[in-house]
């Protein structure tokens, strides 16, 4: 059984974010009146998460005046890390924030939507990765999706371009230290993604997974996504 012990979680908003196609940071994206990093820091409040750790690259002031303003600032103590080299792949900006967690800590994409209340079994998980995983996917690109492959409890395989796989990852996890020797092997040999050093450590540990089995959440990389996003929670309430 894993308790929360004050466990931080660390937020990845460092990139550019092209294919959104708008003029505003990806983290500032708006939806349904909460900006995409706003929304990525409610869905630590179930976990009792009070420490957040955001690294920041691309109009990395920006962010910073941006969420000064906002009242959901009050509840948190937030270290700012900054990635200057953003344009890179983005397992630098979880390796620059080592320093700043614990032996364990959360770690999430600023621009994944989750619906409420559905982690918080997630603290009872052990492993040095568990990966959140959606086995009956209803909202997500295919497509584009990081895919899983689970045989005998854990996953076997990660990746985008895998062609046998029973479930999508969906983009939030529990880590440990474990994981920053990997994505310095990974980022040595070139290989500078976060899913570098997932597919790393599956292929060497096997990765251990938390499955959501349906429940909606959606990775908003397109205006399309943003526009699918926003209806889809216009319904839930």
Not at 168 to 175: K, N, P, S, V
């Amino acid at each position: 059984m894993v308790e929360n012990n004050n466990m931080k979680a660390m937020i990845l908003a460092a990139g550019e974010g092209t294919r959104i196609k708008l003029k505003i940071p990806k983290p500032l994206v708006r939806i349904n009146g909460l900006s995409l990093l706003e929304r990525t820091i409610l869905t630590f409040a179930n976990l009792k998460v009070q420490e957040l750790v955001i690294v920041v690259g691309y109009q990395a002031d920006k962010i910073k005046r941006y969420l000064a303003n906002r009242p959901i600032v009050q509840d948190y103590k937030i270290t700012w890390v900054e990635n200057k080299q953003f344009h890179r792949g983005n397992g630098l900006s979880v390796l620059c924030a080592q320093d700043y967690v614990g032996d364990r800590f959360f770690l999430s994409m600023v621009d994944h939507i989750y619906d409420s209340n559905l982690f918080f079994n997630l603290l009872f998980c052990s492993g040095d990765l568990v990966c959140v995983i959606d086995s009956q996917p209803r909202f997500a690109d295919l497509r584009d999706a990081t895919k899983v492959l689970v045989q005998d409890g854990k996953i076997q395989k990660i990746g985008k371009g895998l062609v046998q796989f029973n479930g999508l990852d969906c983009g939030l996890f529990l880590c440990s230290r474990k994981i920053f020797p990997i994505l310095e092997e990974t980022i040595q040999q070139g290989k500078e993604e976060w899913d570098d050093a997932k597919e790393k450590f599956a292929e060497r540990f096997k990765l251990d997974f938390f499955d959501i089995r349906g429940a909606l959440w959606l990775d908003v990389d397109t205006p399309k996504d943003a526009v699918k996003a926003r209806k889809l929670l216009r319904k839930r309430k």
